[in-house]
């Protein structure tokens, strides 16, 4: 009976996670990292709590871990993607009011140095 709940279990987030197909485009990393993190946790589960006998207990504290691990993580990954994204990107779109002397792209006023050429940006006149 403990190792039909171990792979029930295993099964199960085993297809959670495809019927999301992780690595969409559509798909944040905070989502794939809670269902890369509660696939793995909840397969970690089933082994380490089949060692006590309780393997669908382990599964399912193992999945809400590492579902919560995985998808934390996602989202500072995300968070940092965004912040370089912003720091990186001229922002044409966003109220420019800065100007690199050297190649000539547009900034926005919060940003005081041309990422690409280390110049110290002037403001449009």
């Known amino acids: 009976m403990q190792k039909t709940s171990v ?3 295993v099964i199960g987030a085993l297809v959670a996670a495809g019927c999301e197909a992780v690595g969409t485009a ?3 990393k905070t989502v794939q990292g809670g269902l890369l993190g509660s696939a793995l946790g909840a397969g970690a589960g089933a082994i380490i709590g089949n060692q006590s006998g309780r393997a669908g207990e382990g599964a399912a504290i193992g999945a809400g871990l590492g579902a919560l691990g ?13 912040r ?6 001229p922002l044409a779109t966003q109220g420019v009011t800065k100007f690199c002397p050297v190649g000539g792209e ?3 006023e919060d940003i005081k140095y041309c990422p690409r050429h280390g110049v110290e940006l002037k403001f449009k006149e």
Do not use: F, P, W
Not at 70 to 82: D, F, H, K, V
Not at 84 to 89: E, P, R, V
């Open 70 to 82: 995985g998808s934390l993580m996602g989202n500072a990954m995300e968070e940092q993607e965004r």
């Open 84 to 89: 370089l994204q912003q720091q990186q990107t």
């Open 26 to 28: 559509a798909q944040s």
């Open 7 to 9: 792979v029930v279990c």
């Open 106 to 108: 547009v900034y926005t």
